[in-house]
Antibody, heavy 121, light 107 residues
Framework: EVQLVESGGGLVQPGGSLRLSCAVS????????MDWVRQAPGKGLEWVGR??????????EYAASVKGRFTISRDDSKNSLYLQMNSLKTEDTAVYYC????????????WGQGTTVTVSS | DIQMTQSPSTLSASVGDRVTITCRAS??????LAWYQQKPGKAPKLLIY???SLETGVPSRFSGSGSGTEFNFSISSLQPDDFATYYC?????????FGGGTKVEIK
């Protein structure tokens, strides 16, 4: 069974840092691009960023709202995806989802259940 | 950046109704468009990709059409399980963007 499981969410003060993880199973992780998408309370979906696969040099893309503060990485040997979030702002409060993409201009076909990040003093 | 404008934002309908949601892109995205369903407290679920291709396992009452800048998503006969929020997403370029969502409510 294809599965994505996020962890690492929690309460953090503005300006703080948090690292989210996404553990995957049931498919060849190294073949896939992976995305992070977030959803603020009561709001719509917002794409956060993407990491490509090894064949595409693990290059990354980010939304303007997080560029320079968030870093996406992956460890194919551990079937894991990460989101390092620094300089957190109250507006980063959201449920964060990891999602699988085949690559290129393809949709996100499998999603995790999400992990909640709350940025508040 | 490509902007995705989805309408309506809310739709009230009854079981058995046909419903249609529209998504407009601010520039041509060919058919690089996906549709997702999201229920409260759950992750989004892919329904349609490449504007009109049905994801495996998704009921045939769901359909998508369009290309370029205008796209439609339809449910031919609304079922109780279909009351949810639906999002379009352009898959063509960065940043990837979602429409604002359409909440399908019980009339």
């Amino acid at each position: 069974e294809v599965q994505l499981v996020e962890s690492g969410g929690g309460l953090v003060q503005p300006g703080g840092s948090l690292r989210l993880s996404c553990a995957v199973s049931g498919f060849t992780f190294s073949d896939h691009y992976m995305d992070w998408v977030r959803q603020a309370p009561g709001k719509g979906l917002e794409w956060v960023g993407r990491t490509r696969n090894k064949g595409n040099s693990y290059t990354t893309e980010y939304a303007a709202s997080v560029k320079g503060r968030f870093t996406i990485s992956r460890d194919d040997s551990k079937n894991s995806l990460y989101l390092q979030m620094n300089s957190l702002k109250t507006e980063d409060t959201a449920v964060y989802y990891c999602a699988r993409t085949i690559g290129g201009a393809e949709p996100m076909d499998v999603w995790g259940q999400g992990t909640t990040v709350t940025v508040s003093s | 950046d490509i902007q995705m404008t989805q309408s309506p934002s809310t739709l009230s309908a009854s079981v058995g109704d046909r419903v249609t949601i529209t998504c407009r892109a601010s520039q041509s995205i060919s058919t690089w468009l996906a549709w997702y369903q999201q229920k409260p407290g759950k992750a989004p679920k892919l329904l349609i990709y490449s504007a009109s291709s049905l994801e495996t396992g998704v009921p045939s009452r769901f359909s998508g059409s369009g290309s370029g800048t205008e796209f439609n998503f339809s449910i031919s006969s609304l079922q109780p399980d279909d009351f949810a929020t639906y999002y379009c997403q352009e898959c063509n370029g960065y940043p990837l963007t979602f429409g604002g969502g359409t909440k399908v409510e019980i009339k």
